[in-house]
């Protein structure tokens, strides 16, 4: 098969020639995402990465896979495939470790279009550009590759990624009334594993992947520089648990049962502000992967 490399930096983006320009868009984002990581966050970028423009779960997987893992992936092919073609459809990007190497992978504009948007329509202010789409799911992945040597849990990992693309995109990527959810969702209890959340639906699936984005932002507005403290060095998740408790005054103990009508009193109070500015960014043009719903 013959493919197409886009270079930028230490980073490339893999692509079939008709990808060539949504590579071209992957490519301009990775910069700008992240000097925004090293900016917000303290991030640096990640030691060995490279980027797919991905057309199928299983070429993917495959392609990105260094040869030892390929042949790992194949011996072990059922323990790992039905998770993978469970995700497809709704997922608009991946996240693959192999050791310290990653591979992300975004599905093209044609793909996002004819994705299962099941998930997607509770979380995501609708984006009809495409080649904003892109630049959203470039970033959103390269913040999970950025902080991978951190092995943070699935509801930071994902709320630090959506926070992050508002800065980048520098306007309010996910749904307001997604704090909803937040409130009519029972029963209360703590997040997820990644694994967990590849067998949930709809709303719940939609939850799970918008409270951490939502405790993300109240830590900004009420604690700043905790996130970036934390994501210092590697801690815990236990760890992590008891200093976001400490900082928004919950007992540890009882933060998974009333956080989320925290986070609703706040924002019904305050109001969702607009995103932090992007400190200058243009808004222009094996672990398994995680639910990275389609917009």
């Not at 992936?73 to 608009?92: D, E, F, K, M, V």
């Amino acid at each position: 098969m013959t493919t197409v490399r886009v270079s930028v930096g230490r980073l490339s983006v893999e692509c079939e020639p008709e990808d060539e320009a949504t590579a071209h868009v992957m490519a301009e984002a990775c910069n700008e995402a992240l000097r925004l990581a090293k900016a917000s966050w303290g991030l640096g970028p990640p030691a060995d990465c490279r980027l797919y423009v991905m057309t199928s779960w299983r070429g993917f997987i495959f392609q990105s896979a260094p040869w030892p893992w390929r042949v790992m992936l194949a011996l072990n092919y059922p323990l790992w495939s039905g998770r993978a073609r469970r995700t497809w459809p709704y997922s608009a990007g991946w996240t693959q470790h192999y050791g310290r190497q990653i591979a992300i992978g975004i599905k093209p504009p044609l793909l996002l279009e004819t994705s299962d948007k099941s998930v997607g329509v509770h979380m995501f202010v609708e984006e009809k550009d495409p080649v904003a789409k892109i630049r959203h799911l470039t970033c959103h992945e390269l913040i999970h590759a950025a902080s991978a040597h951190l092995h943070l849990p699935a509801w930071l990992n994902e709320g630090l990624a959506a926070a992050s693309v508002d800065r980048f995109m520098g306007k309010p990527t996910i749904r307001e009334d997604s704090l909803g959810l937040l409130q009519r969702t029972q029963p209360k209890s703590a997040p997820p594993s990644y694994r967990a959340m590849s067998r949930l639906q709809g709303e719940t699936l939609a939850y799970h992947a918008v409270r951490g984005y939502w405790i993300v932002r109240l830590l900004e507005e009420t604690c700043p520089g905790v996130l970036r403290e934390l994501l210092s060095v590697r801690r815990t998740a236990k760890e992590i648990e008891r200093r976001v408790a400490d900082g928004l005054l919950i007992p540890p103990e009882r933060l998974w049962t009333e956080i989320d009508q925290v986070l609703v009193d706040y924002f019904n109070r305050h109001g969702p502000s607009a995103p932090q500015a992007n400190n200058g960014l243009g808004a222009s043009a094996l672990r398994h992967p995680g639910p990275h719903a389609s917009r």
